[in-house]
């Protein structure tokens, strides 16, 4: 028999709830046979935040059969795995991380040859089971390893540590192992009771301590736990600047300043009335917007939206000030909320942005920070249901407020909610249906009631610091923290670092040098407690800034829905989950155990009854990552910029760059004039961008037609020279060549023998790190190409370029965005929806 039979993992949807292990029992008759856990170990290292856990459990079948085990975790809702071993009669089988197309292939062959193999993939919901089913021999012990990393974000003021201990039976040798390191040094520090349910309470009492390093053990014999082990603290952080930290290249700037007024907001409540909220989630919400509306401080501004198939407004066209009468108001109008009817989320979104941005108000002098928070338990069913519309509405209504989405149940549209957050400068969160719905709505808003700052911009020079994630927020609240990552070029030995931000009175701004040889000097002497935890506190900010950037990535692929956008935002992704051996939505981990005759990937010695094998404890830091996967397609060499053209009979396809040949010519060349493109870089991969394109229309022979797109306008040169501006319509026509600019930020040109082009202009009021403003290019339909454009491509794809042909019929080319190198524009004929390459 195999030493190893593992079978798929399960899948499930999220868990609000933390870490969880057990093993599954087995059934034999009518007898239920547990096989006996001889060891039990949770591991933590928290360095500056990032948390690196380790799950070792170790069983041995004391039956005369085989029988199966199973090792279960649910995953924290930020976390990432990392690694996953099993160790069998002294062999050490290591998952791999693959890409997650690979690995299905790589599951469906190992079954096909009778293996048994096992497969876990993350969804994009938030959290996740992990499984892993093994058939043990009578008389073998086996053990399991499964470390994950994540980032423990600051909430009302502290940060929290939650471990699940749930073995399931009685277990000779369990421990739990926490050490806590924070270079600012820790404010407070507690250890609450065991927890034996999940529900949130009012009572949360545990013992404090105050200390820079902290190391808590919890060791057991012969016990029996179904808990969670939680620990809560927070850090001393008194530099206005907050706590930035530079190690080998890397840095991560922790901003969260403490002792500021609360500026006053004007909070818009918008409830889902609808026929499904009737019951306990009613009445649950009812409850919560009891005691928030009692919370409301004086100088706060609000008003409440309750929606079914129609919308109804507490007061009509503003919001009021939260004075006791109108307090006390709102919470006769809440009590009389009654759940019926269908759900227009659209006219509700809409309804809120009227009573923030009246027609006619003087918001434009009020330093009120605007929220709305949207409360919803199922989809759009009347009304606008499209998605996209709704999106669009909002966005476009909205203007500078946040929208903060509760998604309450499993029902709630909760990917809409996501979009609806990603858009409006907000975030989205899950209400689970339970007992404690109430304190989870209250919970929620004690997070975004008390806002300290807005506009805040964490900046650094961009001859010194690349590859940063998201450093300008719309909002700071009170009890939060902002971070910031990414990397310092080797030269560097001070990271100018500056902050900006308003206040409820004025904009204030901080700046200063960071000394990076100094923070390298600190590595080693803070690096006790934490050996084998992770490769060094040297190398927290290494892979924070990877878990950091992939994060942001997955959440920008989520918010485009541009098919080019999308493709390079998984790549980028799966090359740093590959890179770093990160399990995520675009990676999979997969186990396959060899042949008989096959050797093992690694050997160890079986750890004895009652201890963890050192191997086995040091394998989070030694296994090796697998090669990081071409994903993205190759970069070539050195190749001159071509300048594509078509002509009446055949297109020319030329690596030229000085005479443009007749009719039509798009030069994308490096060259600053006519063609200009601009890059951005992020994560592994450059973003290149047109940030201008001009077009030449040989009219007649000896005038031309010169059409130059910008993000500041449209330039058309030939018999004179006009100028459209972006943001109004207008149109130029010379020589049959018309040039239309329509309100929707885009620019139509149409030239001779049906050729028309289409230019998008892309603009970002709150860009991200991975938004650069930009121009879009396409062509609309095949008028005016020939067919030889169509060999052209096909020529590139079998050279090892990239082209993307999708369905049929009504074909649209385009061209957005790329990355890395040079991007290529060409002309094709065929029906296509979408054909693009890169070089």
Not at 61 to 83: C, G, R, T, W, Y
Not at 702 to 730: A, F, K, Y
Request: charged fraction near 20%; include cysteine.
């Amino acid at each position: 028999r195999p030493d190893v039979a593992l079978l798929l993992l399960a899948a499930s949807f999220p868990s609000p709830r933390p870490a969880v292990t057990r093993p599954t029992l087995v059934s034999e008759g009518a007898r239920v046979l547990p096989l006996k856990v001889t060891d039990y170990h949770v591991k933590c290292c928290v360095v500056s935040r990032y948390a690196i856990t380790t799950i070792q459990s170790s069983v041995w079948n004391q039956l005369p059969v085989v029988k199966e085990a199973a090792f279960e975790v649910d995953l924290p809702s930020n976390a990432f795995i990392s690694n996953f071993t099993i160790t069998s009669n002294g062999k050490v089988y290591v998952a791999q991380v693959t890409e997650r197309a690979a690995a299905r292939k790589i599951y469906d062959a190992a079954k096909k040859q009778g293996k048994t193999a096992g497969l876990v993939a993350t969804k994009s919901r938030e959290v996740e089971k992990f499984r892993v089913a093994v058939s043990v021999p009578s008389g073998t012990r086996m053990s399991f390893l499964l470390s994950y990393e994540e980032l423990l974000p600051r909430r009302l003021g502290r940060y929290e540590l939650s471990l699940g201990l749930r073995p399931g039976q009685l277990v000779p040798n369990l421990t739990v192992d926490v050490s806590i390191t924070e270079r600012t040094g820790i404010s407070f520090i507690k250890v609450l009771p065991l927890k034996t349910s999940r529900l949130l309470s009012n009572n949360a009492q545990g013992k404090s301590k105050t200390d820079q390093v902290n190391r808590m053990s919890l060791s057991r014999s012969s016990i029996c736990l179904n808990a969670d082990f939680n620990v809560q603290y927070d850090v001393d952080l008194k530099d206005p600047m907050g706590d930035v930290q530079v190690y080998n290249g890397y840095f991560v700037h922790y901003f969260a300043p403490r002792g500021l007024p609360v500026v006053p907001k004007d909070v818009i409540f918008v409830i889902d009335v609808s026929g499904s909220m009737i019951g306990p989630k009613i009445k649950q919400t009812k409850q919560a917007m009891g005691t928030i509306l009692g919370d409301l401080r004086e100088g706060d501004h609000f008003n409440i939206i309750t929606f079914s198939d129609k919308v109804h407004t507490w007061k009509k066209g503003r919001t009021v000030r939260a004075t006791r009468q109108n307090v006390r108001d709102a919470k006769e109008f809440v009590k009389r909320i009654i759940a019926e009817g269908w759900t227009n989320i659209n006219a509700a979104l809409l309804s809120a942005a009227q009573l923030l941005n009246p027609p006619s108000s003087g918001r434009q002098t009020s330093h009120r920070v605007p929220l709305v928070i949207f409360l919803t338990d199922g989809e759009a069913t009347i009304g606008v249901t499209s998605g996209d519309t709704i999106l669009s509405n909002a966005k476009k209504s909205l203007g500078l407020a946040s929208l903060f989405g509760l998604a309450f149940g499993d029902d709630a549209d909760f990917l809409l909610l996501k979009r609806l957050a990603l858009d409006n400068r907000g975030v989205a969160r899950i209400v689970y249906e339970d007992s404690d719905a109430a304190l989870q709505l209250k919970g929620f808003y004690d997070e975004v009631a008390s806002p300290l700052l807005t506009d805040i911009q964490l900046s650094y020079l961009e001859n010194q610091a690349f590859d940063v994630t998201r450093s300008m927020f719309p909002n700071y609240f009170k009890g939060s923290e902002l971070v910031v990552t990414g990397r310092v070029k080797p030269e560097v030995k001070d990271l100018w670092v500056s902050v900006s931000a308003s206040d409820s009175k004025q904009r204030v701004k901080f700046e200063n040098d960071v000394l990076v040889s100094h923070a390298k000097a600190n590595n080693k002497s803070a690096l006790f407690d934490c050996e084998d935890g992770s490769d060094g506190i040297s190398s927290f900010v290494h892979r924070l800034w990877a878990y950091f950037t992939i994060k942001e990535l997955l959440l920008a692929k989520l918010n485009t829905t541009d098919p080019v956008s999308q493709r390079l935002l998984t790549e980028k992704a799966t090359n740093l989950s590959l890179k770093y051996n990160f399990v995520t939505q675009v990676t999979s981990l997969v186990v396959v155990k060899p042949d008989a005759d096959e050797s093992p990937s690694k050997s160890a010695s079986s750890p004895p009854v009652g201890k963890i094998s050192t191997n086995l404890l040091n394998a989070l830091k030694t296994v090796s990552p697998p090669a990081p996967g071409k994903v993205s397609i190759p970069i070539l060499n050195a190749v001159k910029a071509p300048t594509l053209s078509t002509t009446p009979t055949t297109p020319t396809f030329s690596k030229t760059t000085t005479t443009p040949p007749p009719l039509t010519s798009l030069r994308t060349v490096s060259t600053p004039s006519p063609g200009r493109m601009r890059g951005l870089q992020s994560g592994v991969l450059n973003m290149t961008y047109f940030d201008r394109l001009t077009i030449s229309a040989a009219t007649g022979p000896s005038s031309d037609i010169m059409i130059t797109l910008s993000l500041e306008g449209v330039v058309v040169e030939g018999e004179g020279r006009e100028t459209l501006p972006i943001n109004q319509q207008g149109s130029v026509t010379r020589q049959g060549v018309n040039v239309r600019v329509d309100n929707h930020h885009s620019c139509w040109i149409q030239l001779d023998r049906g050729v028309r082009f289409l230019v998008l202009f892309h603009q970002y009021k709150h860009p991200s790190y991975l938004q650069m403003a930009h121009l879009g290019f396409y062509i609309t339909d095949g008028q005016g190409l020939s067919t030889y454009s169509l060999r052209i491509f096909k020529n590139i794809y079998y050279t090892s370029y990239l082209v993307d042909m999708l369905a049929p019929q009504n074909w649209v080319w385009g061209w957005n965005m790329f990355g890395p190198s040079v991007n290529y524009l060409a002309y094709a004929s065929a029906p296509c929806n979408l054909i693009s390459f890169e070089l």
